[in-house]
């Protein structure tokens, strides 16, 4: 028997007839998510797509998902390896690029499909430590006591059951140095229902502190089942930060970007970043301008509470840390 949440993963949308079915969207949309669909799959998790206003091809959750002609135009400057992670990468499945944190990418699957993606072209199946290779990067971590914290990533480390992710933190947590586990995801947006007692029974139970950063990038993301979620992650004694990715038409004004503050932080999340685009090949259409983005990062902070404010951030191949757009 599948959990719930592992249901809702294999049930996701991913023919694109069916989608502009039920969002009751024209047809003439179907050729071009067909083919953009081949690059990089349509996916779509049903609850999801029930946030979306049905016939608005304008909205900002469809807008994120969407296969479109745009992506695969080759623009200059636009690359399939954006960041340069190949540099950074000693051992399959871990990335060592900025001192003290590792970040691993556990698997290749996701709950949702981001057409945005700066991961939509890396090569996974070359990158995925799998049971067999989990030794090696084990055997990293705990080779270089520098390491303090492990950063959860992929794909969606949450896309994995709570029993191979027990599995792998019980053996982080015999490593002396490390103090902090960090868990990047966005399934709690996309398919909340992977919120759930063994979720939180097992975060409750790790020794190392952890911090859990999602993935939200417009408010309508956050319906009841959304915050019921964010709730009981909470209370498991998790620190909740949430990134965004500033993207046009989406969420590229004062508005949207303050009410997601104002309702991330009414759930128990802190805004930590607003990245800029990363500049992956096929899409450049989200990209908003660096002035614009500093314009709408300084009205962001005339209006809200310090503690409100994500910063607004780049990833510079060969940079220290993400930098703050300002330097
Ligand atoms: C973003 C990122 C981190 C974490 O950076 P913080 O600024 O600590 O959030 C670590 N490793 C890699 C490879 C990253 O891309
Ligand atoms: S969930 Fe995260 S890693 Fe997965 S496609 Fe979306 S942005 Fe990329």
Redesign the pocket.
Same mark, same amino acid.
């Given at each position: 028997m599948k959990n719930p949440w592992q249901k809702a993963l294999i049930e996701a949308i991913t023919d694109p007839k069916e989608l502009l079915e039920v969002l009751e969207l024209p047809h003439d949309l179907l050729s071009e998510m067909i083919n953009a669909s081949k690059l990089f799959p349509l996916k779509v998790p049903r609850s999801y797509m029930a946030r979306m206003q049905k016939g608005n091809r304008h909205d900002p959750l469809l807008l994120q998902v969407l296969p479109i002609d745009l992506e695969e135009k080759e623009v200059n400057g636009y690359a399939k390896d954006p960041l340069e992670e190949k540099k =950074?990468n000693p051992v399959p499945g871990l %990335?060592h @690029? =900025?001192k003290s944190?590792v %970040?691993l990418t556990m698997t290749g699957v996701c709950g949702v499909h981001c057409r945005f993606c700066f991961r939509r072209h890396f090569p996974y199946n070359d990158n995925n430590p799998g049971k067999s290779g989990w030794n090696d990067v084990i055997s990293y971590i705990a080779n270089d006591t520098s390491i303090h914290e492990v950063?959860l990533s992929g794909g969606d480390p949450l896309a994995m059951n709570d029993h191979l992710l027990s599995d792998f933190t019980e053996k982080l947590a015999e490593i002396p140095h490390l103090k902090r586990l960090r868990i990047h995801t966005r399934m709690p947006i996309v398919i909340p229902e992977r919120v759930n007692d063994e979720l939180i029974t097992w975060i409750s139970q790790l020794s190392l502190k952890t911090t859990v950063v999602i993935h939200c990038n417009h408010t309508n993301e956050i319906d009841a089942d959304v915050k019921l979620g964010l709730a009981k992650l909470a209370q498991s004694g998790a620190l909740l930060l949430n990134q965004s990715v500033l993207l046009k038409n989406i969420n590229d004004n004062v508005e949207t970007l303050c009410e997601l503050s104002e309702n991330l932080f009414a759930a128990g999340v802190l805004p930590y970043y607003l990245h800029v685009l990363d500049k992956v090949q096929g899409a450049a259409h989200f990209d908003i301008d660096r002035d614009t983005a500093k314009q709408l990062h300084v009205e962001l902070t005339a209006r809200l509470s310090g503690y409100l404010v994500p910063r607004l951030v780049k990833?510079t191949p060969g940079a220290p840390? @993400?930098l703050s757009i300002y330097t």
């Open positions: =950074y %990335l @690029k =900025y944190r %970040l950063i990833t840390a @993400k």
